[in-house]
């Protein structure tokens, strides 16, 4: 990773108060806190702590007097003497991006947010690297593995699981599948109860949709979409889908909104803001707002619906003004078709009406998917085949059993294919088995990964 000079200086005019932070952090690994008596630190320890705070207190007068070489031999010193101090690491940070070295500067100031996740300096600047890449669109859905790594440089740590790889940055976790950015989180304070969704908004997006960003932090989880040929940084159209962790128990709906106007207009200058379709827990409104130094003109169309737990939101916003009419209706129809629903009925304990709807929901989807099955198969699509079915089966979708099955998919009917779907349970989870018309099981659907696989191939 080589930043030149005009992007170093994004991240060199900070406002440093070095001493009182880093007496304190030298204090506090002399003395820690506890009400049992610690044992006496050995002549050798309070040694090296001595030493350290002096480089330190050195590093800090040559920074002041803009020798950055200088100033990082002292640091370095000073980290190496005191590894598991946070402040030691910001502080050499500092030093590195003051001397242009910004891969450098990115390795220390990750250390140290991993040794102190309240180290505010260093979690600020964290951030202003996290920006960085985020402009650069190196963060996007679909950003290949191999990219990511050019620019970021080696994880502080990585893991593998199911087929899925992640990568560690600081707090930062950047899942990846099939070698592709799938996912950012922001690991602080995010609590596993609600990265799982009770509910979620059903739409439907089509060509030339498609993702281009997803981020889940302690607040919220956002998905955003572009057309192709745009991007979450150059756009002219986005649709998203934003999930807000417990403010379903908090708010109404319409109490968001006004919430929502009111950021909006500290921010922005509110040109209109009209309710659609007004609801005490499911409403539909627009807002546009003038150009600015931060942002063109726009017009957004929101829909919220207030869930059990969890607030929903979806949104379609627009830079190509003014919106035509035709394309106002259409935005305000699709976000009015959007259903609120169980985000994992797989898993669920569904009522009989419920479990008469997810077959009704599956019925039609499998054969909006086996249209699409028919179609690789005669176009003899391996790739695009393999995702619809398990892992366990993958292996035997090749281009002999396609073309084996290209007679049977020039006569195939999907209403003889797909006549109804059997919900059955076993072990506690949903399956659903797609019923021909004459009686016969297509094939078996399995939840995997919060989505539907056939497990056995159903094409000869």
């Known amino acids: 990773m080589k930043w030149n000079q005009s992007a170093c200086c994004l991240y060199l005019l900070l406002a440093i108060l070095f001493v009182p932070f880093l007496s304190r952090e030298i204090c506090l690994a002399q003395a820690p806190p506890s009400e049992v008596k ?10 090296k702590r001595k030493a350290a705070l002096e480089h330190a207190q050195q590093g800090q007068t040559l920074l002041k007097q803009k020798d950055w070489k200088g100033a990082i031999a ?12 946070s402040m030691l690491h ?13 891969e450098k500067s990115w390795v220390q100031i990750r250390k140290a947010v991993l040794l102190d996740a309240e180290n505010k300096r260093a979690i600020q600047d964290f951030l202003k690297f996290w920006s ?29 699981s199911n087929g899925e790889t992640q990568l560690i940055y600081g707090f930062m976790w950047l899942n990846f599948r099939n070698a ?25 997006l089509g060509a030339p949709w498609r993702e281009g960003y997803r981020m889940m932090n302690s607040t919220n989880a956002l998905t955003e979409y572009v057309t192709s040929g745009e991007t979450v940084q150059d756009y002219q159209q986005m649709f998203s889908t934003q999930r807000l962790f417990k403010l379903g128990e908090q708010f109404s709906a319409r109490e968001m909104m006004n919430r929502m106007k009111a950021q909006v207009e500290k921010s922005y200058e509110l040109e209109e803001w009209n309710v659609i379709a007004d609801g005490e827990n499911d409403i539909l409104y627009e807002w546009r707002v003038a150009q600015s130094d931060k942002t063109p003109a726009q017009h957004e169309i929101n829909r919220m619906v207030r869930g059990s737990r969890d607030m929903h939101r979806l949104g379609y916003v627009s830079r190509k003004l003014p919106l035509k009419p035709a394309d ?15 985000a994992h009925p797989e898993t669920a304990d ?46 035997l979708i090749t281009k002999e059993a396609l073309e084996q099955a290209k007679k049977q998919a020039e006569t195939a009917s999907l209403e003889e294919l797909v006549h109804e779907i059997e919900i059955q349970e076993v072990d506690g989870v949903l399956q659903a088995k797609i019923k021909m018309k004459n009686g016969r099981t297509l094939t078996t659907l399995v939840p995997v990964q919060g989505k539907w696989e056939a497990d056995t191939i159903w094409f000869k």
Do not use: C
């Open 328 to 342: 106002r209706e259409e935005w305000i129809n699709r976000l009015k078709s959007a259903e609120l629903i169980l």
């Open 132 to 160: 960085f890449f985020d402009r650069k669109g190196i963060l996007n859905v679909g950003t290949p593995e191999v990219e990511v790594l050019k620019l970021l440089g080696k994880p502080d740590s990585q893991r593998e």
């Open 350 to 395: 569904l009522t009989a009406a419920q479990k008469q709807d997810l077959a009704h929901q599956l019925k039609l989807k499998s054969r909006e998917i086996i249209e699409k099955q028919l179609q690789f198969i005669r176009e003899g699509d391996v790739a695009a085949m393999q995702p619809y079915f398990t892992e366990r089966v993958r292996k």
């Open 74 to 85: 002292e640091f370095e010193k000073s980290v190496e003497l005191q590894p598991g101090i």
């Open 38 to 47: 610690p044992e006496s630190p050995s002549a050798e320890t309070l040694e």
């Open 90 to 102: 910001y502080l050499l940070g500092i030093a590195y991006l003051e001397d242009s070295q910004a």
């Open 180 to 204: 592709s950015l799938y996912a950012v989180l922001d690991t602080r304070d995010l609590s596993a109860k609600y990265m799982t969704a009770v509910k979620s908004m059903k739409f439907h």
